[in-house]
């Protein structure tokens, strides 16, 4: 499956931004989805996972102000980020797996499939 992610910019705190993720060559709702950052510095951090189901995690950092969800007719995944900080600052990246189970879904290296990634830019 080939991921395409878009939807990065520049925002002020406070703002709004959502990221998507879009796949082609496989159905997107058989395959576990997720969101990871990497700031300037820093390694890989996971963000936010949806299972195949409904079931979604998130890093502490973000509950409350980000919501991963997928579109199946669109073959699209979204996160939704709302109160953006300073802090989440970073390139963004999604990526997706078929076979993940969840004690690995914090593990970039967990993943067999990425997108390019979206810088994602939050000034103070």
């Known amino acids: 499956v080939q991921l395409q992610a878009s939807g990065g910019g520049l925002v002020q705190a406070g703002g709004s931004l959502r990221l998507s993720c879009a796949a082609s060559g496989r159905t997107f709702s058989r395959y576990t989805t997720a969101w990871f950052r990497q700031a300037q510095g820093k390694e890989r951090e996971f963000v936010a996972a949806?299972?195949?189901?409904?079931?979604?995690k998130y890093t502490d950092s973000v509950k409350g102000r980000f919501t991963t969800s997928r579109d199946n007719a669109k073959n699209t995944v979204y996160l939704q980020m709302n109160s953006l900080r300073p802090e989440d600052t970073a390139i963004y990246y999604c990526?997706?797996?078929?076979?993940?189970?969840?004690?690995?879904?914090?593990?970039?290296?967990?993943?067999?499939?990425w997108g390019q990634g979206t810088l994602v830019t939050v000034s103070s």
């Open positions: 949806l299972f195949r189901g409904s079931t979604t």
């Open positions: 990526a997706a797996d078929s076979s993940l189970i969840l004690s690995s879904v914090w593990s970039h290296t967990a993943y067999a499939y």
